[in-house]
C-alpha cells in the first residue's frame, strides 16, 4: 500500500506486481489499484474504507494519517486552552484588532459612541468633547491608534 497527497486528502492504492509473462507481458510490472480517500484531518478511518482494506492496511493507515492527526488536533486544542487562558494574548489580539481598525478608518469615519466606548475602557477620565459633540483624544495610546481616522457624530 503507499499513498498519494492531494490537496487535503490521502489517496490510498494497492500495489500488485504482475510477473514476467503472466499475462502476455515481456516484463514484470507494478499494477497499483486505487482504494479510496481520506482526508488528512481524519481522526478515525471511515466504514466505507475499513471493509477495502486489510489488517496490515489498516495499521498503515491508522500509523500514517490517523494517528498525526489525532495529534494534530490534541494540540491545536491545547494551545486554543493557552490561549483562552492567557490575558496576554487577549490584550495582543485587542491591539492587533485596533491598528486594523486605525488603518481601515482613514477613508471612513467612526461613530463617535464608539470612540468613547473604547477611550472610557482603557483610561479613566472621561473624553473631552470637540466640535459637533466629537471626542477629542489627547491619550497617547489611542492617538497613535486613531492617527488618520475620522470620527462622525451621531446623536
Not at 10 to 15: G, H, K, P, T
Not at 133 to 153: E, H, I, N, P, T
Request: charged share 25%.
Amino acid at each position: 500500500m503507499h499513498l498519494k497527497f492531494r490537496r487535503n486528502q490521502a489517496l490510498l492504492y494497492r500495489s500488485t506486481w504482475v510477473p514476467k509473462g503472466a499475462q502476455g507481458n515481456t516484463h514484470g510490472y507494478s499494477r497499483q489499484s486505487y482504494l479510496g480517500s481520506i482526508p488528512l484531518t481524519a481522526a478515525a478511518i471511515p466504514d466505507a474504507l475499513q471493509s477495502k482494506l486489510t489488517a496490515d492496511e489498516l495499521a498503515f493507515v491508522e500509523s500514517k494519517i490517523c494517528g498525526p492527526a489525532r495529534q494534530r488536533a490534541a494540540e491545536e486544542q491545547r494551545a486554543a486552552e493557552l490561549c483562552e487562558r492567557d490575558p496576554g494574548w487577549r490584550i495582543e489580539e485587542a491591539q492587533r484588532l485596533l491598528g486594523e481598525a486605525a488603518d481601515r478608518s482613514a477613508g471612513q469615519p467612526i461613530c463617535a459612541a464608539i470612540l468613547d466606548r473604547v477611550h472610557r475602557s482603557s483610561t479613566s477620565e472621561p473624553p473631552k468633547t470637540g466640535f459637533f459633540g466629537c471626542a477629542v483624544y489627547k491619550d497617547q495610546g489611542l492617538a497613535s491608534v486613531f492617527r488618520g481616522s475620522r470620527v462622525m457624530a451621531t446623536m
